[in-house]
């Protein structure tokens, strides 16, 4: 697999963690009240799809905030919901982990994946945060994630980077870029897909594939 040195970076420093308070970790973790008993194997077996789906390295790292409740907290790809994995839209497939009748749909992973499918498999995308931050007693809530916790897996990223050695970074979102600016790394920021973001994300990614 192209990717092995990411996932088995991934096996070690990802799966196994136990996160602090209000993060929850998608890959070793279920909660019975909206995910199936097996739900942690079927994500990190979607991520894992996800990485064998590569051909060959990609050059440019699209890193992201932080998983959402009807996004990778589901589905364990970052930017992709349940739904994409399982109707065949995209080039790797997977399975839903959650106990909804229907796979859970993100309308962020929809804009994302609309905007970079043509550009496939020329980036790789992960988050800042690799695990899913939520309020207190409220699971599928989302917040933003602190810059202590942005911090505390800036380590990881800058590990991934590694690895990956991108010819361009690219970060969605504003605490995706705080790490690479405190490592003085070079990046382009774009802004996030939702609220309103899908025209400038779009015309922004364009601009950076149509000038590598």
């Known amino acids: 697999m192209v990717l092995d040195d990411i996932c088995n970076l991934l096996k070690k420093k990802v799966f196994p963690i136990h996160p602090k308070n209000l993060l929850?970790?998608?890959?070793?973790?279920?909660?019975?009240?909206v995910d199936l008993s097996?739900?942690?194997?079927?994500?990190?077996q979607n991520l894992h799809n996800?990485?064998?789906?590569?051909?060959?390295r990609p050059s440019i790292l699209v890193i992201g905030e932080a998983p959402g409740p009807r996004g990778c907290r589901f589905s364990g790809v970052?930017?992709?919901?349940?739904?994409?994995?399982?109707?065949?839209?995209?080039p790797f497939k997977g399975q839903k982990s959650s106990i909804s009748d229907l796979p859970y749909s993100e309308n962020s992973a929809a804009i994302f994946w609309r905007v970079m499918l043509p550009y496939?498999?020329?980036?790789?995308?992960?988050?800042?945060?690799?695990?899913?931050?939520?309020?207190?007693?409220?699971?599928?809530s989302i917040r933003n994630p602190t810059r202590a916790e942005v911090c505390n897996y800036s380590s990881l990223l800058s590990?991934?980077?590694?690895?990956?050695?991108?010819k361009r970074i690219v970060t969605v979102g504003k605490k995706a870029e705080f790490p690479l600016k405190q490592n003085g790394?070079?990046?382009?920021?774009?802004?996030?897909?939702?609220?309103?973001?899908a025209k400038e994300f779009s015309t922004a990614i364009k601009t950076i594939f149509n000038n590598i």
Do not use: M
């Open 78 to 90: 970052p930017f992709t919901s349940e739904a994409q994995l399982c109707n065949g839209e995209l």
């Open 185 to 197: 790394l070079s990046y382009k920021y774009v802004r996030h897909p939702s609220h309103g973001g």
């Open 159 to 166: 590990e991934i980077i590694s690895l990956i050695k991108p």
């Open 24 to 33: 929850f970790n998608q890959y070793r973790d279920k909660d019975l009240s």
């Open 120 to 140: 496939y498999p020329k980036f790789f995308i992960w988050n800042s945060v690799p695990f899913h931050p939520h309020k207190r007693e409220e699971i599928l």
């Open 38 to 44: 097996d739900a942690d194997k079927i994500r990190k």
């Open 50 to 56: 996800y990485l064998r789906s590569f051909s060959k």
